[in-house]
């Protein structure tokens, strides 16, 4: 079964970090790119950031730039996000999923590549 599973989401106080993990079963992640996004409460989903698979050229949403860095581990199957310096506003469930950027200038917006189902996902709280 082709299945993405998201993990690491928990409270963590504003200025702190989360590093949340992908871990990928049934396929290999490395002919993939693969992406974060993210849901906040009243909110649509928006694309986060997303590791290429050829050359793992990496891209991020610009509220998260300088922030946030994501990472694979081929040999683990597995996609990170490092999220430091964490605010009230990045409070959401954290989904991955696979990915593809469109960047206009110094922008890029990630979108999801395929039309699968979404995962539960894990919630990252930051209270204000």
């Known amino acids: 079964q082709v299945q993405l599973v998201e993990s690491g989401g928990d409270l963590v106080q504003p200025g702190g970090s989360l590093r949340l993990s992908c871990a990928a079963s049934g396929f290999t992640l490395d002919y993939y790119p693969i992406g974060w996004f993210r849901q906040a409460p009243g909110k649509e989903r928006e694309g986060v950031s997303c590791?290429?698979?050829?050359?793992?050229?990496?891209y991020y949403a610009d509220s998260v730039k300088g922030r946030f860095t994501i990472s694979r581990d081929n040999a683990k199957n597995t996609v990170y996000l490092q999220m430091n310096s964490l605010k009230p506003e990045d409070t959401a469930v954290y989904y991955c999923a696979p990915c593809q950027t469109v960047v206009a200038g110094t922008s890029a917006h990630i979108v999801r590549a395929d039309s699968g189902s979404w995962g539960l996902g894990t919630q990252v709280t930051v209270p204000s």
């Open positions: 590791i290429s698979s050829s050359d793992n050229s990496t």
